[in-house]
């Protein structure tokens, strides 16, 4: 079956650096996109890993190891605004579907 | 910014009967897509669509569910006699086809059903 594990929840304070993790066995990869969801509202799109290696976009980075089958999402200088659900997300297979992870709850304090 | 356009935004039904969620996708779009996401659990993909045909479909996405594409703007989903299980948020989403950048997600309809 195709799986994509996180950790279910990560906290954090103001100005702080986290870092969320991955790890997936899918089949049809192309890459992991990561999405933020705010209180069950539409996941919003964040970051796309299609080659291994880093991607910065402004205070949110992602990496990608494509044989480790591993990813994360780095989040920079937190904010309250942060405090959200993230989910990885493989993207491919016939339809360019998206497989969801188990999502992380990331809370962000004072 | 283009946007989908998902309609009711909350729908509460009795258990047993058929319900309709429409979606509007960006209208350049060429693939559309449904997830389903029960309250607390993680975005599950239920089928998607192309070329005016089911491209694919997941488990979950049994012979109560169906999906149309009545007119060149709407995007349909059915679910006939609907149960208790089918609690969710269902979000509709649309793809240019050209990688993940061009997807987009609406902001769901939220499905009770009593």
């Known amino acids: 079956g195709q799986s994509l594990e996180q950790p279910s929840e990560v906290t954090a304070v103001e100005g702080a650096i986290v870092q969320i993790n991955c790890t997936y066995q899918?089949?049809?990869?192309?890459?992991l996109s990561w999405y933020q969801q705010h209180d069950g509202g539409a996941p919003t799109f964040l970051s796309y890993?299609?080659?291994?290696g880093l991607e910065e976009t402004g205070r949110f980075s992602s990496f990608l190891s494509r044989s480790d089958s591993y990813g994360y999402l780095l989040l920079q200088e937190l904010q309250m605004k942060d405090s959200a659900s993230y989910f990885c997300?493989?993207?491919?297979?016939?339809?360019?579907?998206?497989?969801f992870g188990t999502g992380t709850l990331l809370a962000v304090q004072p | 910014e283009p946007e989908v356009t998902q309609t009711p935004s909350h729908q509460v039904t009795q258990m047993g009967q058929e319900v309709i969620l429409r979606c509007v996708p960006i209208?350049?779009?060429?693939?559309f897509y449904w997830y389903r996401q029960i309250l607390g659990q993680k975005v599950e993909f239920l089928v998607s669509?192309?070329?005016?045909?089911?491209?694919?479909k997941s488990e979950i996405f049994d012979d109560q569910f169906s999906v149309e594409r009545p007119d060149g703007s709407n995007f349909t989903l059915k679910i006939r006699s609907t149960k208790l299980e089918d609690s969710a948020m269902y979000f509709c989403?649309?793809?240019?086809?050209?990688?993940?950048?061009?997807?987009?997600f609406g902001s769901g309809t939220r499905l009770t059903v009593v």
């Open positions: 989403a649309s793809s240019d086809g050209q990688g993940a950048y061009g997807y987009t």
């Open positions: 899918t089949s049809g990869f192309y890459g």
């Open positions: 890993n299609a080659l291994d």
């Open positions: 997300a493989s993207y491919g297979g016939a339809t360019n579907k998206l497989i």
């Open positions: 209208s350049n779009h060429l693939y």
């Open positions: 669509f192309y070329n005016n045909e089911i491209s694919e």
